[in-house]
């Protein structure tokens, strides 16, 4: 899915555009109903968002007025720093053997793993 850049319309746009339709009868009446459903589907989410922003983003934000572009941005730096700290305890784990069976070179090799997956 492509992401064109939002931007954010009056509230007067809004509602024209938007809400006008769902919450107003053809007469301009409001539907009481409606907007309470409306509303309680908008509290939902706003109780929700930032608890899923926060694990999504590695808790950098739980702020739900960011636009999607800047919480996948924050997205993708966790799951790319989640990756490289995974990486460096693998490369810890097995440093032990590639030392014991390979001695220097082993360490070396470890060293250059990191260097060429980790630090790049």
Excluded at 32 to 37: D, G, P
Excluded at 86 to 102: G, K, N, P, T, Y
């Amino acid at each position: 899915m492509k992401m064109e850049n939002y931007i954010r319309k009056s509230s007067e746009e809004e509602w024209n555009d938007f809400w006008k339709e769902i919450c107003t009868n053809e007469d301009g009446a409001l539907k009481l109903e409606q907007i309470k459903k409306e509303l309680s589907d908008f509290k939902f989410m706003i109780d929700n968002v930032p608890t899923v922003y926060e694990e999504v983003t590695g808790n950098r934000t739980a702020n739900s007025m960011l636009d999607a572009k800047t919480i996948i941005s924050l997205h993708r730096e966790n799951i790319n720093e989640e990756f490289k700290t995974r990486v460096e305890w693998m490369l810890a784990d097995l440093e032990d053997d590639f030392v014991q069976q390979l001695g220097n070179s082993g360490k070396e090799l470890v060293e250059s793993l990191i260097k060429k997956y980790v630090e790049e």
